[in-house]
Each structure stands twice: as structure tokens, then as C-alpha cells.
């Protein structure tokens, strides 16, 4: 089965920059969608990156400071978060699944990783 390792997370100050690391490992494929979704205290878990087929998409709060990037000889997504806000303060969750529009509009992955603490202080 396939596992994915996800690092980067960490306590920073609002406007500051972190990068996320995700690597899969196991029966991977190389096409598959790869992404992140964060979850807030008492809130919903949301959409926030998505790389799949070369192209990138960007839930509504982060775009314009949040770059997603992979790198398949590595099996590696990267999530560049620049100009963190309080409000980008969750738990971090990398996923990895065979569909676009599930991942994106429904949170529809096969694999999650363990999550990584992003902690934005004001």
C-alpha cells in the first residue's frame, strides 16, 4: 500500500513562510492527483492544494500565497505557503488519489498522510 510522509510544519509569525514536504512511497502512480487539506479546531476540513496532470489548483483562501509543486522522480509534492495569516493556523493532511474533481470538490483521496502542525501566531 501506499504511505505518504509529510514534514514542514512548524510555529511561525504571521506573514512569515513555511514549506510542507510530502513523500509517497510504496505502489505509487506518478499520474495521480497529489494535494493537501488542512483542518482548523472545531471547523471543517477544507480543500487547500492540488497538482494533477501539470496543472495546480488553489483553494479560494490561499490562492495567490500558496505554491504547490511535484517532483515525480521523487515521488514528492511540495506546498510553498508564503504570508501566513493566524488564520492558516490548522493541522496539515498531504493525500494522494487517482481523481481531480473528487479530490477537489468532495476531499476524495486513497491515501492520507499523518498530518504536520502549521501554527501562525499574530
Known amino acids: 500500500q501506499v504511505q505518504l510522509a509529510e514534514s514542514g510544519g512548524g510555529l511561525v509569525q504571521a506573514g512569515d513562510s513555511l514549506r510542507l514536504s510530502c513523500a509517497a512511497s510504496?505502489?505509487?502512480?506518478?499520474?495521480?492527483?497529489m494535494g493537501w487539506f488542512r483542518q482548523a479546531p472545531g471547523k471543517e476540513r477544507e480543500f487547500v492544494a492540488a497538482?494533477?496532470?501539470?496543472?495546480?489548483y488553489y483553494g479560494d483562501s490561499v490562492k495567490g500565497r500558496f505554491t504547490i509543486s511535484r517532483d515525480n522522480a521523487k515521488n514528492t509534492a511540495y506546498l510553498q505557503m508564503n504570508s501566513l495569516k493566524p488564520e492558516d493556523t490548522a493541522v496539515y493532511y498531504c493525500?494522494?488519489?487517482?481523481?481531480?474533481?473528487?479530490?477537489?470538490?468532495?476531499?476524495?483521496?486513497?491515501?492520507w498522510g499523518q498530518g504536520t502542525q502549521v501554527t501562525v501566531s499574530s
Open positions: 493525500a494522494a488519489g487517482p481523481n481531480l474533481i473528487p479530490f477537489v470538490n468532495h476531499m476524495r483521496a486513497s491515501y
Open positions: 510504496g505502489n505509487t502512480f506518478s499520474n495521480w492527483v
Open positions: 497538482w494533477s496532470g501539470g496543472n495546480s
